[in-house]
């Protein structure tokens, strides 16, 4: 099967005929692109999942050909450039060549991917590298023209340098899209405001009559995606399982709670938005038997039937298992019954830290556990609050931008329900009577850090800690850092307690997590424009933690 190129998709090709896997850079293999722009693959132990996009439109036999078997894609947009190849039946723990063809003509080089060893399987060994917010348009500017997210190429750099240490998947935690409507173009500052309506004056709106596909929705969104998703991940982690958890801002707010609005729980808009753009650019997570099937937000027809967009599991081997959870796509308020997670989600988590038989569990939630910055869709009824105003009255603020606050629980947060903390707790006891040692990934706070939790309100997790991480941002920058968006660094909330806290770094970083039989290894990794870009090619870690398997 050749590879013929047009003469835009030689161009391509030979801009990034050198870039590998892993971000390593070698002009003796080099892997030609073709007619493909984006792919973001998925894997489990029996099955493969593909999001692609091309330069052109594709029509005819569309295929997938996994080692010789294949497999037709499904066509998710409009024109013909996104496509969904869905491959199943697949052996474990097994390498494939995966090629791409639209009639019999291949679209790309070939490359490799491999399944994960089957649930009773036994591998020693799996590293992990994780980081969180991603998204966000490089042009935009904060207050007093800073800089709200760093340039493409600061994030790929470090998504490289990540790729380099050879993960055998990726977490992208929440937040690969940012595009906020009541909460940018009706915010308090007036500078985030006009901003906001310069920057979609050009780019166009939303239009909530018109479906998202087949309308100026459609190209809108796609513009969109190309810049912060397309751009940013390339064919970079083509042989690299991948996992996409989404977040506030995949649902087109912040979360936010004021007189003037509450942006959360999403609207319909808000849910097509998120569905459509995950169905084009990112993988959903794969069904998997850990996975009950009458979760929120599994598809229950046509090709996608099977495919969760908020809630999953990763599983390899007996050795590790994580759980996938959205805790911003389905939260409830209905105070003392609310929940950041539904009630069914809250039961599967609470089951699998009963029943799981892997060696280590990971909790992977878009909000994360130990950790509060004020904002109001938090577990914890920490609030910023200013010194004074004034007349000398102390003043709540969740987005002061430059100021200097202080996080309080002695005023009350707007619209807080008490039903995420009670949720909370139930979290906790779990994770606190489980055989494992409690390990959480948590996002959205754009920081690089880590705790160690021994009390919780009135439970007290002593004899088993919970380690709770910050895994850092690769997109934020300084105006999206806590301390400028929200006048406080991250902290402990006040109902908990925490030992070998570390002072978070607001700065860019991932994390890897290293995950063997008796223990686990996490490293974290930071990065600030005082050190350099050439700096982020051997970018070391600046916090290692070992937690060791002893119950």
């Not at 969904?84 to 639209?102: K, R």
Request: hydrophobic share 40%; proline share 7%.
């Amino acid at each position: 099967m050749a590879l013929r190129l047009n003469r835009r998709e030689a161009v391509v090709a030979g801009a990034a005929a050198a870039l590998l896997p892993g971000g390593h850079l070698t002009a003796a293999t080099p892997w030609c692109a073709g007619a493909m722009r984006h792919v973001l693959p998925s894997a489990s132990a029996d099955a493969i999942l593909l999001k692609c996009s091309f330069t052109r439109p594709l029509s005819g036999r569309v295929q997938a050909d996994l080692s010789g078997r294949r497999f037709d894609g499904f066509m998710t947009d409009s024109e013909g450039r996104f496509w969904t190849f869905w491959a199943t039946g697949l052996t474990p723990d097994t390498d494939y060549q995966i090629t791409l063809s639209e009639n019999d003509e291949r679209l790309c080089d070939p490359w490799p991917l491999r399944t994960f060893p089957a649930g009773d399987a036994a591998p020693e060994r799996f590293r992990l590298l994780t980081f969180m917010c991603a998204g966000g348009d490089e042009t935009a500017r904060g207050p007093r023209g800073i800089e709200s997210f760093r340039p493409i190429a600061t994030r790929q750099a470090l998504l490289q340098r990540g790729l380099a240490f050879r993960p055998d998947a990726v977490v992208a935690n929440g937040d690969h899209i940012y595009w906020d409507q009541k909460s940018w173009l009706q915010h308090r500052n007036e500078e985030i405001r006009a901003e906001t309506r310069r920057v979609y004056d050009e780019w166009g709106y939303f239009d909530p009559a018109q479906a998202m596909i087949g309308t100026a929705n459609e190209k809108l969104l796609k513009r969109i995606g190309e810049q912060q998703i397309a751009r940013l991940y390339g064919t970079l982690l083509r042989s690299t399982p991948s996992f996409f958890l989404p977040d506030d801002h995949d649902y087109l707010e912040n979360d936010e709670a004021e007189e003037r609005f509450v942006t959360f729980p999403p609207d319909e808009q808000q849910r097509e938005f998120q569905r459509v753009m995950q169905r084009l650019y990112y993988p959903e997570f794969l069904p998997d038997p850990l996975l009950p099937p009458g979760l929120p937000g599994i598809a229950r027809e046509g090709w996608a039937q099977g495919l969760s967009r908020s809630f999953g599991a990763l599983r390899f081997g007996n050795l590790v298992e994580a759980l996938f959870y959205d805790s911003a796509g389905y939260l409830s308020l209905k105070d003392g019954n609310a929940g950041l997670l539904p009630p069914e989600v809250e039961a599967w988590v609470i089951s699998r830290i009963g029943a799981s038989d892997a060696a280590q569990l990971l909790h992977i939630p878009s909000f994360p556990i130990g950790w509060t910055a004020g904002k109001w869709r938090e577990w914890y009824p920490d609030v910023v609050a200013a010194p004074t105003n004034a007349a000398g009255e102390t003043v709540v603020s969740t987005h002061g931008f430059g100021g200097v606050g202080r996080l309080t629980t002695d005023r009350p947060k707007y619209l807080w329900q008490k039903g995420w903390w009670a949720q909370h707790q139930r979290l906790l006891t779990a994770m606190g009577q489980s055989k494992h040692r409690p390990i959480v990934l948590g996002g959205d706070i754009h920081a690089v850090g880590a705790t160690k939790l021994i009390g919780s309100g009135d439970i007290n997790l002593a004899d088993n800690p919970l380690h709770a991480f910050l895994v850092g941002s690769i997109g934020a920058s300084k105006a999206g850092f806590p301390s400028f968006a929200r006048g406080t660094p991250p902290a402990t909330p006040a109902q908990l307690s925490a030992q070998d806290f570390r002072f978070p770094q607001e700065r860019n970083g991932f994390t890897l997590v290293d995950v063997e039989r008796e223990r686990t290894v996490v490293r974290q990794f930071a990065w600030d424009e005082t050190m350099g870009m050439e700096a982020i090619g051997t970018l070391a870690p600046f916090d290692t933690i070992t937690i060791e398997r002893t119950r």
